[in-house]
Nanobody
Framework: QVQLVESGGGLVQPGGSLRLSCRAS????????MSWYRQSPGKEREVVAQINKAGDVVKYADSVKGRFSISRTNAENTVYLQMSSLKSEDTAVYYCNAGSEITYFRGTLHYSERHEYEYWGQGTQVTVSS
């Protein structure tokens, strides 16, 4: 049974930090690029951060660059999102995703990683408020 279980969300003051975790089971984790998405009320779900299968390529939305950091531990089937300098506009439900496409360059060579199957976690609420 495929599962993506997020944890680590909660209420934090502006300027604070949180670390989200997503533990995967039921599929071969290191065959999947991983992503974190978020969705605020009335807005579409947006990608926040992505990491390739090997864990050596990361990408971020402009809105979180320099503040968020994505990482993965393939031996533990877990992906993390370290969030710092949080702002009220970071308030959202954060979702873990396995399989959605990540594209990147190594030198002049263009790479694309995705899996034919995509999986989603149930989401974890992050609220940034004083």
């Amino acid at each position: 049974q495929v599962q993506l279980v997020e944890s680590g969300g909660g209420l934090v003051q502006p300027g604070g930090s949180l670390r989200l975790s997503c533990r995967a089971s039921g599929f071969t984790f290191d065959n999947y690029p991983m992503s974190w998405y978020r969705q605020s009320p009335g807005k579409e779900r947006e990608v926040v951060a992505q990491i390739n299968k090997a864990g050596d390529v990361v990408k971020y939305a402009d809105s979180v660059k320099g503040r968020f950091s994505i990482s993965r531990t393939n031996a533990e089937n877990t992906v993390y999102l370290q969030m710092s300098s949080l702002k009220s506009e970071d308030t959202a439900v954060y979702y873990c995703n396995a399989g959605s496409e990540i594209t990147y360059f190594r030198g002049t060579l263009h790479y694309s990683e995705r899996h034919e199957y995509e999986y989603w976690g149930q989401g974890t609420q992050v609220t940034v408020s004083s």
